[in-house]
């Protein structure tokens, strides 16, 4: 169980940045900031962050439709990076990934059956009649008739759209799906009848998942293990469960509590002037000081490093004044 | 159990839809008239072979310049005594013949480099468009001289240089398409899928900029014609004996005085053919072009129309309501088909009370929101029932001048995208300065002076400062608490805020609520909220109205709503929201989907998906029941409180 599919080595990526004609330097924003993490095949890693902590960018890099600017990722013992630039059909063979709109991820001029063969046909080889019984039992996967393979993506609703996406990721029959916030864009109703199917694949095809997602219900919902993002840095990753009752980094609190649940009343909010810091300057030390009520003068000069929970060797934070069991 | 029902059946779609298209075409009747001159022309010139036509090349001195309508000689001679007639038929057809190849070669390669320097983008796309930026940079009709002049006067090189000199055209314009596309999402899922990039531009980028290329395709040819015209008229073109439209004009000229019918016959049959071109060129366009589609033909007015077949029977407003909607019906007419958005709301909203309207999209929430000041776009949309009463004041009888007045002084929006709510070339301090001088008369100064409390009341750090941002300078949640003060600048009443947290991050939506919430109290101002998400409704809302099909299914108080659902939908929509802290619950989904609002079925339209539903349910509206004091469910088998409890 407890093998080790992706290795995430101290990955950053920096946008833009470089010098101009003239040789002045040119505004780089660091979107990831040295991300460590290992993900275990068969197990559900679920990426929390509020917009613009580079949860989207470490989706893309995974998938090879971005590369890191430097760190390394392996793969199963094989380096990602160079795998993706060598022959990004291998890779898109074992990592698959599933979009946020599901109608922008498809294209409205090509039917269903054209959209689900692709992969079968450019990643694996294979033939018509194969392609024909494998393409069926996809739609079955999901949950979807397949009278629909013949008509246009415009015809489906928003939850209907999300399960081809997903059924396109699952054809090429991969080991790891990138699921970049596969419900956020579906109602409540739609999105439990997507979060379900997900679930009933994992079993059914012994996948692994990298769930990313802003919304901390479902994260939790889904999830064996949450990492939590802040500004292109791990603040925090562990056992879901542990993570969720027992947060140990004050961000992982904050978002907590700022979350909105049915029949509770939202408890402490933060100050309007907490805002998050610029990317184009990224202060020194810790980047959630300035938002952090237990700030020290040690968390302005110095970084925090990812440390582990003295009771829990698998529940690491990065700060240097973490919560304790009870608080 | 799979589902099988789409939102449509398939086939028999895309063939209405080309059928429709062709119907719209017909519709515009200069298009149509274009068209039937087009076909004409186009099967006459086809057909110029089998006519008993005389040999248009076949020059009879002795016959020269003959008259119109003489004998043998329907439009008469030219000055070598040729058959005018004979010439413009066989003349017509090699004008269009070039014309389209020109056409078809400017837009195969100018689609082409569009097409790569857009999905490419980079160095590639730089190189290609500075190289098309050359090309467009001489005078049209001097570079096809100079390509004439370096290959050699004739009708083939003619083509080459009109071809040559509209590829810009097309490049440029299918470049912005291509570039746009490729930045889509199904184009990473292509690459994902394993498509090679040629196979992607080609089978994913291309049919997607497809209409756009038969647009300008269809708008150019008409020019092409022209420009073949010009050239050859200018002797460049067509090569003696041969006859094409130009030519004729060019000879025509000598005796222009003299025998003016041999200059005007070309000249007309010119213009004829490339007006009946461009008036089908624009109506093409009309109908493909997907921004004129969606309607920006038919312009929508200021207001919503009122044309109210129901009223409520009592107009007497509600003892505290600010707001009082009552029996609310809003429709949208499109295409023949009646979409019932709204069928029958209440709504009633206090003085510095929230009322949270949920639903699912498509439920009619946004609508019944923005039909109460006429927000709703006409066309298509009608109020066709019920009444909005404002503090009494029925607000859809009101004068079109009462409710412009109204708009942003009593009742003020906030919705849930603020980055296009706010506009992007004024800073923030002159939109605030612009909604608050729009209702009252102060001076500049002044008026800056409460923008600038406002922005303090909404708590924005430094908001001097911040008056001179502009919005793209400033973070979502900033966005929105500049919206939200916009929306207080003229102490509103009520605020209708539609989503106005879905856009933005857990914790910054924290702030936003409990801004909202802390201003209704302060100023005693009533929101009416609309969200799909009843975590948001329990931090904010005092009463709930929960809404399905069009229709309030059910209302009451948050607490008592979330914790003992009486409708059915209620109890199975929270059931579907996951809560935090509760890990181990499995979702309760809500099989099947929502009616559609233009073919609602009789009775409860929840009845197909309810567990409880019986015949009775079926059979006619079912009405709302008062359970307690500002309780009441539309349905015949509330949920009873252990039932709402499992």
């Known amino acids: 169980m407890s093998e080790t599919l992706l ?100 294209n409205p001029r090509k039917t269903i059956r054209a959209i689900l063969e692709a992969p079968l046909v450019h990643l694996l080889g294979m033939d018509k009649p194969a392609r024909q019984s494998r393409v069926e039992e996809l739609m079955q996967a999901v949950n979807l008739a397949p009278e629909f393979l013949e008509r246009y993506p415009h015809e489906f609703s928003g939850g209907q759209a999300q399960r081809i996406g997903i059924a396109r990721a699952l054809a090429a029959d991969p080991e790891l799906i990138v699921l970049d916030e596969p419900v956020s864009a579906l ?115 110095s970084e925090p490093p990812l440390e582990p929970s003295p009771i829990d060797d698998r529940h690491f934070a990065a700060c240097h004044h973490p919560h304790g069991r009870t608080s | 159990m799979a589902e099988t029902t789409a939102l449509s059946s398939g086939s028999k779609r895309s063939v209405g839809n080309r059928q429709s298209n062709l119907r719209l075409l017909m ?49 008469g001679t030219d000055e070598l005594g040729r058959d005018l007639l004979s010439r413009l038929i066989w003349g017509t057809r090699v004008s269009l013949a070039v014309g389209l190849s020109a056409t078809v070669i400017a837009a195969f390669l100018g689609s082409l480099i569009g097409l790569v320097a857009g999905y490419a983008g980079g160095r590639t796309d730089a190189i290609l468009m500075r190289g098309i930026d050359m090309v467009m940079a001489f005078p049209y009709i001097l570079l096809a001289l100079a390509i004439v002049a370096v290959l050699g006067p004739g009708l083939l090189n003619a083509l080459y240089a009109i071809a040559v000199v509209n590829i810009p055209f097309f490049a440029r314009n299918i470049r912005g398409m291509a570039l746009g596309l490729s930045r889509r999402e199904f184009v990473d899922a292509a690459r994902l899928s394993g498509m090679s990039h040629v196979r992607i531009l080609f089978g994913e980028v291309l049919p997607n900029v497809l209409p756009v290329i038969i647009i300008t395709m269809s708008t ?60 089908l060129g624009d109506g093409v366009r009309d109908v493909l072009d997907p921004r004129l589609k969606s309607g920006s033909l038919t312009r929508p007015v200021a207001r919503t129309a009122v044309e109210r077949a129901v009223m409520p029977g009592d107009l007497t407003p509600h003892r505290d309501a600010i707001l009082d909607v009552r029996d609310l019906r809003t429709e949208f007419r499109i295409g023949g088909e009646i979409y019932k958005a709204v069928g029958g709301v209440d709504l009633r909203v206090g003085k510095g009370e929230c009322l949270g309207v949920v639903g699912e999209s498509g439920s009619g929430k946004s ?40 708009r942003g002084l009593s009742v003020s929006h906030v919705f849930q995208d603020p980055l296009s709510t706010l506009h992007p070339l004024f800073t923030v301090g002159n939109q605030l300065v612009e909604a608050i001088q729009a ?23 430094n908001p001097a400062e911040r008056l001179k941002a502009y919005p793209h300078e400033l973070s979502g949640g900033m966005r929105q ?78 607490e008592e709503i979330l914790s003992q659902p009486a409708h059915p939908y209620t109890a199975k929509l929270i059931q579907c929201v996951p809560v935090l802290g509760e890990p181990e619950r499995r979702f309760g989904a809500i099989s099947g989907r929502p009616p559609v609002v233009n073919r609602l079925p009789d009775g409860c339209a929840f009845a197909p998906r309810c567990q409880k539903a019986t015949d009775e349910c079926r059979k006619t509206e079912i009405a709302m029941t008062e359970l307690s004091d500002g309780r009441a469910v539309r349905c015949i088998h509330p949920l009873s409180a252990r039932e709402a409890a499992a």
Request: proline letters at 6%.
């Open chain 1, 7 to 106: 290795k995430i080595d101290a990955a950053e990526r920096i946008f833009g940045g470089g010098k101009t004609l003239f040789g002045s330097p040119l505004p780089a924003v660091h979107a990831l900031r040295g991300v460590s993490i290992e993900v275990q095949r068969g197990e559900t890693l679920g990426i929390v962050g509020e917009s613009g902590c580079g949860k989207s960018t470490l989706a893309r890099i995974l998938v090879g439709l971005d590369q890191p600017t430097c760190g390394a990722i392996t793969y199963d013992g094989e380096d990602l990076c160079a795998l993706a630039r060598a022959d990004g059909r291998q890779l898109a063979r074992k990592i698959q990934y599933v979009f946020q709109d599901p109608l922008a991820s498809l």
């Open chain 1, 187 to 301: 109602d409540v109703s739609v999105q439990a009848q997507v979060l379900n199917i997900l679930d009933d694949l994992k079993q059914r095809f012994n996948l692994t998942y990298l769930f990313i997602s802003h919304d901390l219900s479902v994260v939790e919902s889904v999830s064996d293990r949450v990492a939590v993002l802040y500004f292109g840095k791990l603040a925090e990753v562990g056992p879901a469960r542990s993570v969720f009752s027992a947060p140990r980094h004050p961000y992982t609190h904050l978002l907590l509590q700022s979350a909105p649940a049915p029949g509770r009343k939202p408890t402490a909010v933060e100050n309007a002037e907490t805002e998050l810091p610029d990317p184009y300057n990224p202060p020194p030390g810790c980047a959630f000081h300035a938002r952090c009520p237990r700030r020290s003068n040690l968390c302005l000069q």
């Open chain 2, 27 to 75: 519709n515009n009747r200069l298009a149509a008239g274009g068209l039937v001159i087009l076909v004409a022309v186009v099967l006459i010139a086809l057909a110029a072979p089998i006519l008993p036509l005389a040999d248009p090349d076949v020059t009879d001195p002795v016959n020269r310049l003959l008259p119109a309508f003489s004998e043998g000689h329907l439009l």
């Open chain 2, 220 to 279: 150019t040819i008409g020019w092409m014609i022209l420009e073949t015209a010009g050239l050859s008229f200018l002797g460049l073109g067509a090569q003696p004996p041969q006859a094409d439209l130009g030519s004729m004009l060019g000879q025509g000229r000598k005796v222009l005085f003299t025998n003016p019918h041999v200059s005007i016959i070309p000249g007309l049959m010119i213009f004829v053919l490339v007006m009946s071109i461009n008036l």
């Open chain 2, 367 to 406: 609508v019944s929101a923005m039909s109460i000041m006429g927000l709703a776009p006409t066309p298509p949309g009608r109020i066709v029932g019920g009444v909005a009463l404002l503090d009494g004041e029925d607000l859809f009888s009101a004068s079109d001048e009462r409710i412009r007045m109204l």
């Open chain 2, 439 to 461: 209702h009252s008369r102060m001076t500049g100064s002044e008026a800056r002076k409460k923008a600038e409390a406002l922005l303090r009341m909404v708590r924005i750090p």
């Open chain 2, 481 to 558: 608490r500049v919206c939200i003060a916009m929306a207080l600048a003229n102490d509103a009443d009520v605020i209708i805020a539609d989503e106005p947290t879905t856009a933005l991050d857990v914790t910054v939506q924290a702030q936003i609520l409990s801004l909202l919430d802390r201003l209704r109290k302060d100023n005693d101002t009533g929101i009416l909220f609309i969200t799909h998400d009843f975590g948001v409704v329990s931090a904010i809302c005092d009463r709930v109205a929960v809404m399905y099909a069009g229709k309030v299914v059910e209302t009451g108080a948050t």
